[in-house]
């Protein structure tokens, strides 16, 4: 009886206004930053692109040999985009 999960505290509270103004995108080796750059250039204006979520791979890193992703990264920061990496590694 409840092997992952404790039992819920209250009622299910269903929230209907979350921001649908995200993209994620799940990051295989050899991808072309370009892509990414491209997405955000074309999604940044002022309703646009809000949150961009990479899901890496591997050890959970960014590949630092791409320095290109790192200014494509930066640059959507600076344009006001959430920027948020995910894994599913536990440690990396």
Known sequence: ENLLFPPPRGTLKVHSKMETRLLTIRLVPGFDDSVIQHLIECHSDRNG??????????TGN???????????????????????????????
Do not use: H, M, R
Not at 70 to 92: N, R, Y
């Open 49 to 58: 692109l809000k949150t961009l979520v990479l899901q890496l791979y591997g």
């Open 62 to 92: 960014v590949p630092n040999v791409k320095s290109g992703l790192v200014q494509v990264l930066s640059d959507a920061v600076e344009k006001g985009i959430l920027v948020i990496a995910s894994t599913k590694c536990f440690t990396g």
